[in-house]
């Protein structure tokens, strides 16, 4: 199990700042093992940004606050809002435009180095997921009338998810809202799982040490196929959690809190 605080990035090589006072922080690289980056950027301040190109990654984009719109160089437009959800890759040229105060959260696959490229985008860091990149698949957004929320087999959280299996980048994500007083027992023998939490409070037992871990808005939680763990809540919380392998959204609960085998699991985490 890994524990990532917000508060602990700041100031690290993992924390960068660029125009219009925004501020991102990056959970998750190469180092971590998990086959893909997570980072958080946020500004109080509007965005209009020139052209964005990532030419060796397939990037996922979840708008948390905030409002404006995407412009692909097809001159295609879609509005931006809290819920709304677009994936670029390396075949895209792209516009943003944001209203502040506004946050995202993004999802880069393969992980990435912290290395900036020299022709957009960071550098190069591995294979993409089949089927980018020349000429392949492309950009798409989604907004909330595009997700079908569900209620969980646990019977305490209600769940949509803007990315699944299918979408074809190896991951999947999914907006998990929490009951207050909620406490589960879980063990993802088949993947590897990272949880941010947006709203709410949380508490992590790593039922290997017997050490909990006390989770504020912004903290961040992995755990792979080794880690038998117990997440409690007592006011309610709201999670994004990412799957790799992904998850195709039909699954349940086992009887051991995992979810059957749907891909190969990242090697470090075995």
Known sequence: MKVIRSADLIGTARESTFGAGARALI???EQDGTGFSVATVH???????G???YPHHVK???VLEGAGEIAGEDGRVWPLAPGSFYVVGPDDR?????????TTFSIFTPAL???RGVDGGFAASGP???GWGNGGRRMFVRGMADYERKQLSTGHSSVHRPLLAGDGIGLSLSDLTTQAGASIDLWYRHHVEANYLVEG?????????????????????VIGPKDKHRVSNTHGARWLSIFNPPITGSERYDNLGGYPPTGDVPPAWL
């Open 94 to 102: 792209y516009r943003l435009r944001l209203e502040g105060p506004w």
């Open 51 to 53: 052209p964005l190109h």
């Open 128 to 130: 993409l997921p089949a």
């Open 201 to 221: 409070s949380a508490e992590i037992l790593d039922k290997a040490s017997g050490q909990s871990h006390a989770l504020v808005p912004g903290d961040m939680f």
């Open 113 to 115: 180095t912290l290395e």
């Open 27 to 29: 959970y998750l690289t």
């Open 60 to 62: 996922a984009n979840y």
């Open 43 to 49: 500004s109080g301040e509007a965005l209009e940004s």
